[in-house]
């Protein structure tokens, strides 16, 4: 004889997995740890840093014209 199947239990665990799977490529696609997103807010912060202090300063008084 056949298994009874409760298809609505059917249907929401199918839909569950979906979820799930969708879920998993979106992390592997758009994830980041804590620690790569701060890492690159310092690189970005030492680069910002780096090129202030390489700036040339110019007077007001003296604009070269």
Do not use: P, Q
């Amino acid at each position: 004889m056949a298994e009874i199947v409760n298809l609505n239990r059917f249907r929401k665990e199918k839909a569950r997995a979906a979820k799930r799977a969708e879920g998993d490529a979106n992390a592997a696609k758009f994830g980041r740890s804590k620690a790569e997103r701060d890492l690159d807010t310092a690189r970005a912060e030492k680069s910002a840093r780096d090129h202030a202090g390489h700036a040339r300063e110019c007077d007001d008084e003296d604009d070269g014209a």
